[in-house]
């Protein structure tokens, strides 16, 4: 077995796992902490099947529209994990709905960037191909607003 071949098998059971977890928890354990659980979930899931569709798709329109697309499930899941352990630790006093739109702020923008990315190179400001015998594959230079959102979703994590 090839090493894309693994990385796919892998990514679907990561996927398939996630979307049973989301659909486990809303069916047996239908509450508000459960809800952020399940859109954690969900956002893994759909993050990884897009990254499937990114790995095995043959024409380069297709893998840099999953792999653009995928951003839009990435920048869910550390603002997901946040809400879930808050939940989780009973914290959610703080937890406002002003709160949640302040927090969905920069995943908003990412995805905007990461849509937009062509006008201003903010996301990645270059896209080179890897081409070996089995695998074609985008490599991003990753730009300015990438770094910006992935030390907020780091810090979102850490919290």
């Known amino acids: 077995m090839h090493f894309h071949q693994l990385y796919t098998v892998l990514l ?3 996927a398939f ?3 049973a977890l989301a659909l486990t928890v809303l069916r047996y354990r239908p509450t508000l902490g459960s809800h952020s659980f399940a859109v954690l979930m969900g956002a893994v899931s759909l993050w990884s099947f897009l990254t499937i569709f ?4 043959h024409d380069m329109a297709t893998k840099l529209f999953c792999g653009h697309l995928k951003y839009a ?3 869910m899941v ?3 994990w946040f809400v879930f352990s808050l939940y989780y ?3 959610t006093k703080q937890l406002r709905p002003r709160q949640l739109v302040l927090l969905s702020l920069v995943p908003l923008t990412t995805v905007v960037m990461t849509a937009t990315n062509d006008l201003h190179h903010l996301m990645f400001s270059t896209i080179d191909w890897y081409r070996s015998e089995f695998l074609f594959v985008p490599l ?3 730009g ?3 770094w910006i959102h992935t030390v907020y979703s780091y810090a979102l994590l850490l919290l």
Not at 54 to 57: R, W, Y
């Open 78 to 80: 550390p603002v997901s």
């Open 73 to 75: 499930f990435i920048v």
């Open 89 to 91: 630790s009973n914290r």
């Open 12 to 14: 679907f059971s990561a």
């Open 54 to 57: 990114e790995v095995i798709s």
């Open 17 to 19: 796992i996630s979307a």
């Open 144 to 146: 300015p607003w990438f």
């Open 140 to 142: 991003r230079e990753f």
